[in-house]
């Protein structure tokens, strides 16, 4: 079977206003690979042949000469174990507690878990491709899975801690003909992170009323060019807080805006919007979508409150 190798997200710009001044790099993706297939054991046992006894015959009168049976083999009987029962198709609402393999390698067979307990994955959309799936298949269900997250969780995949991940099957799911992929909502341990973090209960409709508190992003210190924005609570002080709103740029099948009318709508709504939330600085950045993150489906732009000054924003 052959892999299926896609890079999922695109990348986005950030740009820091502070000051008049301008800064701006592009980010970075991740790659994503197939796990490697693993063969089954299958074990056989056989029996042991076995002889017919010789005729016994009586003194008393002669008789013709008797012979012995010939041995007679019996056919080895095969025995196999029993295959290990596969995972069924996903659907949506199930929960899942997918390791790090599973998201590095974004393929998963395991089993469902109850959403009330520890998992680090929700499905809220569930496509049929082909077996394995095509390269054309993961960009489609990629774009489809964005407006999909809204409506499962109620808001953005852009505005908290919250994101989503695409997830194939396991190598044996998919040579038993199991053809689909999995759209999941996961909670980030980082901005564009591609795995989720153990928790309990369900992300249907989540973010339908704002951001809860704990689904809050902050950081406790700003990124520079392509570093990683690693979420922090935001129940600490801290430098870099997402702002709980953004702004859709075209919907799914609209074409890029290009980049100075992606740029100029981004700041102004970043400059409108922000101190709204955290009065206490002047100072934000900004992450607006790029040529090749609209073309998988990013079409938002992330608003984020930042601290200069050194003594960090309050505590939310």
């Not at 490697?36 to 013709?64: M, Q």
């Not at 174990?81 to 609402?93: D, F, H, M, N």
Request: glycine residues 8%; neutral net charge.
């Amino acid at each position: 079977m052959t892999g299926v190798k896609k890079r999922f997200g695109g990348s986005h710009v950030i740009v820091l206003a502070a000051a008049a001044a301008l800064l701006s790099a592009c980010g970075s993706a991740e790659d994503i690979s197939n796990a490697a297939s693993e063969p089954s054991d299958t074990t056989s046992a056989t029996s042991e042949p076995s002889s017919s006894a010789p005729t016994e015959t009586s003194a008393s009168e002669p008789t013709e000469p008797t012979t012995s049976s010939e041995p007679s083999t019996s056919e080895p009987t095969k025995t196999t174990e029993p295959k290990p029962q596969l995972a069924p198709r996903p659907v949506v609402g199930n929960c899942y507690a997918t390791g790090r393999k599973g998201f590095s390698s974004q393929r998963d067979g395991s089993f469902p878990v109850a959403c009330t307990k520890r998992h680090t994955a929700e499905t809220f959309a569930v496509f049929n491709v082909g077996t394995p799936p095509l390269p054309g298949d993961i960009d489609r269900i990629w774009r489809s899975c964005q407006p999909k997250f809204r409506e499962y969780v109620g808001g953005a995949p852009t505005i908290s801690t919250l994101g989503l991940t695409v997830i194939l099957p396991s190598v044996a799911q998919t040579d038993a003909g199991q053809g689909w992929i999995r759209c999941d909502a996961i909670q980030q341990p980082s901005y564009n992170g591609n795995r989720g973090l153990a928790r309990s209960g369900s992300l249907r409709n989540v973010l339908s009323g704002g951001v809860p508190g704990q689904f809050r992003g902050c950081a406790l210190h700003w990124p520079k060019v392509d570093q990683v924005v690693i979420f922090t609570s935001c129940q600490r002080s801290h430098q870099a807080e997402l702002i709980p709103e953004s702004i859709n740029l075209g919907g799914p099948s609209a074409p890029f805006p290009g980049v100075t009318t992606t740029q100029s709508r981004s700041k102004a709504f970043c400059e409108s919007t922000f101190q709204n939330y955290v009065s206490e600085t002047l100072n934000y950045y900004y992450y607006y979508p790029t040529a090749a993150s609209w073309k998988s489906g990013s079409h938002d732009t992330t608003c984020w409150a930042l601290d200069l000054t050194g003594d960090g924003l309050p505590p939310i």
